[in-house]
């Protein structure tokens, strides 16, 4: 996932980026993001780190290093967790393209739903919630919600694999799609939510993706879609990095407006960090 670089302007400006700190936005922006040069405070270049999960109110895809144009916002301590927010569940997309495919190396975006990103308060039962999904927090990992616009109520966690510009994260999290941004059931919807989390918008050198697997996932009685596939990069700064392996699990909670969503990243050969993931996905709990 991402660290420090320019990124498309989350508020969705055209042909504007804004320079993501490794930890916020900051107010400086620019129209050549290639450039060291940039508007608004502070001063210094930045590259674009393999983002994994995008800004809250932009709409391309996501392949980015999940995640993404990944904007890491501390989570909240209120001590209870939201239900999905009805509030603002009208499409902001023309309808999914069910006929399509996962993106081939060098494409530029995967259109997305655009939906209201929202964030999911924090509990003490060791637990990360979203509705009425839920999965065990991988202990030593940072409690950073993720931003994606076409996943509300985000509660997620998120591991530095490697330190730098940009640097690579690997991420584990739940939140909520609704059936108003076109998710209409759960195995279309993982391959939408794997399609959009796997984009070269998110991941810096990104070069490709495949499928690895995908299966029927019952929890409690709640029938789900697994999807597991790999993102490959070449990025010279981290040779080293392949890419990652995603896993993205769509749940029907009971609910005809909304699907309880997990999803995961680990950097592929990281069998330490895999291991993690693994055990937080077969964690994972509705109702």
């Known amino acids: 996932m991402a660290a420090a670089g320019w990124y498309p302007d989350p508020a969705g400006a055209p042909g504007v980026y804004r320079w993501f700190d490794g930890n916020d936005w900051t ?52 001590g209870s967790y939201a239900q999905p927010d009805n509030n603002s569940s009208t499409p902001t997309v023309s309808a999914w393209n069910e006929k399509s495919h996962s993106p081939s190396a060098g494409s530029s975006t995967v259109k997305c739903p655009q939906g209201t990103t929202s964030q999911a308060g924090s509990t003490a039962d060791g637990r990360l919630h979203s509705g009425d999904i839920s999965v065990a927090r991988i202990a030593s990992w940072d409690d950073q919600n993720l931003i994606m616009p076409w996943v509300r109520q985000i509660n997620s966690q998120t591991d530095t694999v490697y330190t730098g510009n940009p640097g690579w994260m690997s ?32 991941y810096s050198g990104y070069t490709g993706s495949k499928v690895i697997s995908q299966k029927e996932f019952d929890r409690n009685g709640h029938a789900g879609w697994w999807i597991r596939s790999e993102i490959y990069v070449s990025m010279s700064n981290l040779p080293q990095v392949k890419g990652d392996v995603v896993d993205v699990v769509v749940m029907n909670t009971g609910r005809s407006d909304f699907f309880g969503v997990y999803f995961n990243s680990a950097t592929i050969g990281d069998s330490a960090r895999q291991k993690l993931v693994d055990q937080a996905r077969e964690s994972v709990q509705v109702g």
């Not at 922006?29 to 040069?37: I, K, L, V």
């Not at 059936?179 to 279309?188: E, H, I, Q």
């Open 171 to 202: 991420v584990s999290g739940v939140g909520q799609l609704a059936a108003a941004d076109g998710f209409s059931n759960t195995r279309d919807a993982a391959r939408m939510m794997t399609e959009c989390f796997a984009s070269s918008q998110y």
């Open 27 to 78: 107010d400086r922006t620019t129209g050549s993001p290639g450039e060291s040069g940039g508007s608004g405070a502070g001063s210094g270049g930045g590259g674009r780190g393999p983002g994994r999960i995008i800004l809250g109110g932009v709409v391309v895809v996501l392949l980015g290093a999940l995640v993404v144009w990944l904007v890491l916002r501390q989570g909240g301590d209120n």
